[in-house]
């Protein structure tokens, strides 16, 4: 784990939340790459203050991972950092919103389709 700043910024100056689960927060944001250009990432940390080992050992799970997914199909890992006394999993954001907020009333039969082609197909090359 490298231990340094995260150099992340928001378009906002606020961090954009995208989704919490009880266990980890999910937040839009973004930062320099190494030729000054903004690049979108993915910031994912803990939700609580005090993470216990097992929710910190996910994270670097899920970093280590990174060499075993492909970017056509998930947010790929690009860096496990802290910043602030916080553990956070930076990974690329190929843009989209989370599943959930596209859910909920009736949609239409070739949105549909179109996700659930999509959605299948990540799982697929997940397993």
């Known amino acids: 784990m490298v231990k ?4 992340v910024a928001y ?6 939340v995208l989704w919490e689960d009880g266990e ?3 937040s839009r944001g973004w930062r320099l790459d190494d030729n ?3 690049v979108a990432v993915l910031l994912v940390a ?3 203050d ?3 080992r097992t929710r910190l050992d996910r994270l670097t799970h899920e970093y280590e991972l990174k060499d075993e997914l492909d970017g056509a199909w998930a947010a790929r890992p690009l860096a496990l950092m802290r910043d602030a006394g916080r553990t956070v999993l ?4 190929p843009g989209g919103e989370p599943l959930d907020r596209l859910l909920g009333g009736p949609m239409e039969v070739g949105r549909f389709l179109r996700l659930a082609i999509a959605v299948t197909s990540a799982l697929g090359k997940l397993h």
């Open 46 to 48: 803990p939700a609580a």
């Open 24 to 26: 980890r927060v999910f």
């Open 4 to 7: 340094q700043s995260l150099n």
């Open 36 to 38: 000054g250009n903004r």
């Open 11 to 16: 378009s906002d100056g606020s961090s954009q």
């Open 50 to 52: 005090h993470p216990s």
């Open 90 to 93: 930076v990974l690329d954001d």
